[in-house]
């Protein structure tokens, strides 16, 4: 029963609408106010987040709680048996915890679109010529990217704020040392950030080309 009810939550949420959070909807059930949302993510400016000692870091910091807590939900819907024992939480815990992540999934997503309209802004409407001109609409990118990664990384440490109140004693332990332990090898597994490759204008000079540039 609670693999058939976590497997029907999973194909509602893979087959929801994905709201940018530049129009701060509500997600699908209604369960998520955008407003109380905002209000908690700008309360957040001045926490630091958490420090990664990795070896080969590839996925940016500020996406690997995102990137973490969608593989849990995947392995609630996969393996919910196993997945319980290892958080040492209840049914009704599981569900919780299910259903948080995919409402999170459901509101935010990368906001590319609005990185990439950024970057053609600052390449229209730029005044240089030649490699400067790119790398001022390559920056314009970078940082209008760089806001949307701090933007999700927030939200998500919110979204662990709701889950680890759903757990107490044995099931909070377990549940801090199994991010701790998937943030560490989600930083190093060799994932990729999302975006277009901007980290210089010689790489990036093909992606504003292929979207920005008219003539």
């Given at each position: ?18 709201f940018a ?14 407003n ?7 309360a ?19 996406e ?5 807590l ?7 819907a ?9 958080l ?17 999934r ?29 790398e ?7 940082r ?22 759903i ?32 980290e ?13 540039r008219?003539?």
């Open positions: 029963m609670l693999k058939l009810f976590i497997h029907s939550l999973l194909l509602l949420s893979i087959s929801s609408v994905v959070q530049d129009e701060l909807q509500t997600a699908v059930d209604g369960s998520l106010n955008a109380n949302r905002l209000q908690e993510i700008r957040l400016d001045n926490e630091q987040p958490r420090e990664l000692n990795v070896l080969v870091p590839t996925i940016a910091p500020e690997i709680d995102r990137a973490v969608n593989r849990l939900m995947q392995d609630i996969s393996r919910p048996e196993q997945t319980k024992t290892e040492a939480v209840n049914d009704s815990q599981l569900q919780d915890i299910f259903i948080t992540i995919s409402n999170a459901s509101f935010i997503n990368n906001s590319e679109m609005a990185n990439v309209r950024s970057m053609c802004n600052a390449w229209n409407n730029s005044e240089l010529e030649g490699d400067p001109r790119y001022e609409a390559l920056n314009a990118y970078k209008r990217a760089q806001f949307t990664k701090d933007f999700i990384a927030k939200y998500y440490r919110i979204v662990l704020m709701d889950i680890e109140a757990l107490e004693g044995p099931s909070e332990v377990r549940f801090i040392s199994y991010m701790d332990d998937r943030r560490r090898r989600m930083a190093s597994s060799g994932a990729m950030t999302w975006g277009a490759v901007v210089n204008v010689t790489s990036g000079r093909e992606s504003v080309v292929f979207h920005c008219r003539n």
